[in-house]
């Protein structure tokens, strides 16, 4: 290129647009962007510090705008504010393995759901016992809500308190309410209850119309009982 002086005439830039020659620019090559870095599509060109532009993938743009080694874009682990009303296109929301606690009464700091096995025990044992013990769960927060069925083929020979398990601990009392299908005896209305003070089970226990209330123990069912159980509970 021809440097002849340090700015450009209308003629001159007109007669460029028509297909002329331009000859009379001075010309820093370092503040131009060479079209040979464009060849390949969403590509990034990003400042490297050195008065030059380097080629970036999207991957790797990602990867700095993140602060991660992938292309996962994290917002680099920082909390949004501000945004209005969040669409997810996707439809999900996904929350760590391990919750991450909040003491913001208006944060969403948990959520989870899955399957697990509600075990009922006499006293903690249950020595011989077999049948069906499936558990389905939602935790939102601190709030776990819990349906558990159970049917015996035996309930061996353990004895003592009958106890299911939960799958979380509880926090503090809390009721709930089962539905006897066959082979259970107890006295006036049965129930169950969490137990706060350790462990994650919840005990069944019958009420009488006097108020009279006592636990179920391995005296109330038999080798075929089947039980459907709900329960709501803090944790």
Known sequence: MKIKKPFVTWEEL?????GGELESITHDHGQYILHSLADAAKDFLVASG?????KQTAAQVMAS?????AAAF???NKNLSSVGTVDLVGG?????????????ANTQDDFREGTYTCQLSFAGNHVGMAGTFTGFYQKVGRVVYAEMYISLTNKGTSVGTALIELPFPPAYFSSGAFNINAAITYTGTPGCVTNPFGGTTMGLRQCTEAGNVSALTNVNFANNSSVVLTCLYYV
């Open 50 to 54: 050195n008065n030059v532009f380097a």
């Open 65 to 69: 705008l993140s602060g991660e080694a």
């Open 92 to 104: 999900q929301i996904k929350f760590p393995a391990t919750a991450v606690p909040s003491g913001d």
């Open 14 to 18: 007109r007669g460029l647009l028509t």
């Open 74 to 76: 994290s917002f680099n």
